[in-house]
Nanobody
């Protein structure tokens, strides 16, 4: 069982940066692939980034590639999403998820409560 708590969201101007954190409980955190997803109002939840258990292999949605970076610190049971060059279209609730090694949210059994990111133009 893994419990996830996101933090770091907020309001930022276009071109700015934010770093999201996802703190996980559970002794088996290091064995899980981790992902970040987002959901804008009226839209489906979409894949943003994911990394395997070691953090060395990462995948990104085309819309964020080159701007966002996912990383993890297994010693701290934490996964991060560094977001640079933010755009208004990045505005969404961002969710951390664990357990699914895929871009499909339906394969992730564990989810955080989400953190709001708002990018003003």
């Amino acid at each position: 069982q893994v419990q996830l708590v996101e933090s770091g969201g907020g309001l930022v101007q276009a071109g700015g940066s934010l770093r999201l954190s996802c703190a996980a409980s559970g002794r088996t955190f290091s064995s899980y692939a981790m992902g970040w997803f987002r959901q804008a109002p009226g839209k489906e939840r979409e894949f943003v980034a994911r990394c395997l258990w070691s953090g060395g292999i990462t995948y990104y949605a085309d819309s964020v590639k080159g701007r966002f970076t996912i990383s993890r610190d297994n010693a701290k049971n934490t996964v991060y999403l560094q977001m640079n060059s933010l755009k208004p279209e990045d505005t969404a609730v961002y969710y951390c998820a664990a357990g699914g090694n895929t871009a499909s949210p339906s394969w992730y059994p564990y989810w955080g409560q989400g953190t709001q990111v708002t990018v003003s133009s």
